[in-house]
């Protein structure tokens, strides 16, 4: 029956006891049933229902975490079944709901929609695992948990989930007597909020910091890189820096980071998901992710991998910020052409033998690359050791379809001795958030970055002179249709950082300026 996570049914000397958790099935919660029959036999305690290792270990965790607690373990033949029986369980998360079955095998337990999720230490004390964030997160997703039993130390990261209530436990004890009491147990709810500063615009929470400890007033000249940089932030788009060594491109790159626009309590959220799923424990602070493989990383780790469960990559780490590659001609050719994926469809897919999975990749993509193997093509005092076909071999590492997918081009100078810093992280950020209310203002929910098809006559609304501009544009340059949406984008972010409502001709210029030459 719906809704209950209890059954007790007695024949033949069979009790079966049921309490619901659930495993990860890639980045996906599953939820599971965890059954229980007592019957008279020979002693002996097994779990079926293909549970991977950490869960058969789980029986002496459990037993010793009953008889430390002043349980006496039933001599019965206890047989443990995870339903669905053809779904890999794996997860320490499972301790906890076959401790109390076991410990309440003789009692008849009330009815509640309840899930029930901890690891057990072999004292009895519930802990908290890896794996019990992105879970309870996932099935609230779903809309699949209205109240969880958790760890009382996970509490300091499950308290920022949104419509779950929690019912903390420290102990196995304590989770005993809050689920063998008649009336409902009182819970927690998620107080969702977050460090740094905070905005509200039509109803919904947005967050970010001030801070800024790579800021855009280290970077001396290079105002058109630095222009393309602004655009790149205030629309997440894609950008492709190109320049002699040492002219400020990884310097820009990482700068960009600080002034990107606030994040939503969901992407926060999704952002803390992801980095449990790679072992580390988020702070939950709203500073975009920045990952910056180096180019000889393999595609496992790039794209993630694994022989029978899938690993979480750089591309997914990257979720919701920004993806930099250095040097960008020197990553391997499948990299780059896998690349075109995430960047297109926003995920990656990874298939296995034994597992398929899809992960959450929304990233911004900056790159940096010379402009020959030596480096030195553009420079001025330096001489270029690289023949014409060292140079067309170098570049033709990159293919015209994964480069229609970056929006802006920059060609960067050599530094002078009379550049001098212009903009600051701050003032870039200020114009950042200011085009960021401006675009939520007309409706827009997704960057222009992000801007579908669809919604560019919605959205990008062009006056008749910009109009007739793009439409000269397309025959004297032969745009593909990519490019013209890629051009209409840009053009629609530098109008929101001028606060115009509909795109004129020199907003429609500038984003003209930055398209690729072949």
């Known amino acids: ?45 097994s779990i079926v229902g ?32 995870l339903s669905p029986s053809d779904l890999r369980k794996q997860g320490t998360q499972l301790d906890l709901p076959i401790a109390l079955l076991i410990a309440l095998h003789d009692r008849r337990l009330p009815r509640r929609e309840l ?10 004390k519930i802990k908290a695992s890896s794996h019990l964030f992105p879970l309870i997160l996932s099935l609230r997703e779903q809309g699949a948990i209205r109240r969880a039993l958790v760890p009382a130390e996970a509490m300091e990261h499950l308290s920022r989930i949104p419509g779950v209530e929690f019912l903390p436990a420290e102990t196995l004890s304590e989770a005993i007597e809050r689920i063998g009491a008649e009336s409902e147990p009182a819970g927690e709810v998620a107080a969702c909020d977050f460090p740094g500063e905070r905005i509200e615009i039509a109803g919904k929470r947005y967050y970010f910091l001030r801070e800024y400890p790579e800021d855009f007033a280290d970077v001396k000249g290079q105002e058109m890189a630095k222009r393309a940089a602004l655009i790149a932030a205030a629309g997440m788009h894609n950008l492709l820096m190109e320049g002699s060594p040492g002219c400020g491109k990884s310097m820009i790159a990482k700068r960009i980071r600080h002034i990107l626009p606030p994040l939503s309590e969901e992407e926060l959220l999704a952002i803390a998901k992801h980095r449990f799923l790679d072992g580390q424990t988020p702070d939950f602070r709203p500073v975009r992710p920045f990952r910056s493989p180096h180019h000889t990383a393999t595609p496992a780790s790039v794209f993630g991998g694994g022989s029978h469960g899938a690993k979480i990559g750089e591309v997914a780490l990257a979720h919701q910020g920004i993806l930099f590659f250095d040097e960008l001609p020197h990553f391997a050719k499948n990299v ?12 990656v897919h990874i298939a296995r033998v034994h597992s398929k999975v899809r992960y959450e990749a929304d990233f911004t993509f900056v790159a940096a690359m010379n ?25 033709s590492r990159l293919s015209d379809p994964f480069l229609d997918r ?43 970055g992000r801007l579908g098809e669809g919604d560019l006559e919605r959205f990008c609304p062009f006056t008749p002179d ?17 490019s013209i949406v890629s051009i209409t984008r840009v053009a629609r972010t530098i109008a929101d950082l001028e606060g115009s409502e509909t795109i004129d001709k020199p907003h429609l210029l500038e984003a003209l300026s930055y398209r690729r030459r072949a």
């Open 50 to 81: 293909l549970a991977a290792n950490d869960i058969q270990e789980a029986r002496e965790r459990v037993k010793a975490a009953l008889l430390t607690n002043g349980f006496v373990f039933p001599p019965l033949k206890i047989t443990v079944n």
């Open 466 to 482: 910009a109009r007739s501009t793009l439409d000269a544009a397309v025959g004297r340059f032969a745009l593909s249709h990519r």
């Open 371 to 395: 402009p020959c193997p030596c480096g030195n093509l553009l420079s001025a005092a330096r001489t270029c050791r690289c023949s014409e076909t060292e140079i067309r071999r170098y570049r």
């Open 115 to 124: 899930h029930i999720f901890g690891e057990l230490g072999l004292d009895g």
């Open 406 to 448: 970056i929006d802006l081009f920059v060609m960067m100078h050599e530094v002078s001795a009379d550049d001098r810093p212009s903009m600051s992280s701050a003032q870039a950020h200020e114009r950042v958030l200011e085009a960021f209310a401006f675009r939520l203002a007309r409706g827009q929910s997704v960057p222009n």
């Open 336 to 347: 780059l052409e896998a690349l075109r994926e995430p960047m297109q469809d926003r995920a």
């Open 1 to 45: 029956m719906q809704g209950e996570n209890t059954l007790i049914r007695e024949k033949d000397e069979i009790r079966i006891n049921t309490l619901r958790s659930a495993t990860l099935d890639g980045v996906t919660a599953r939820e599971v049933e965890v059954e229980a029959t007592f019957t008279k036999g020979l002693p002996g305690f």
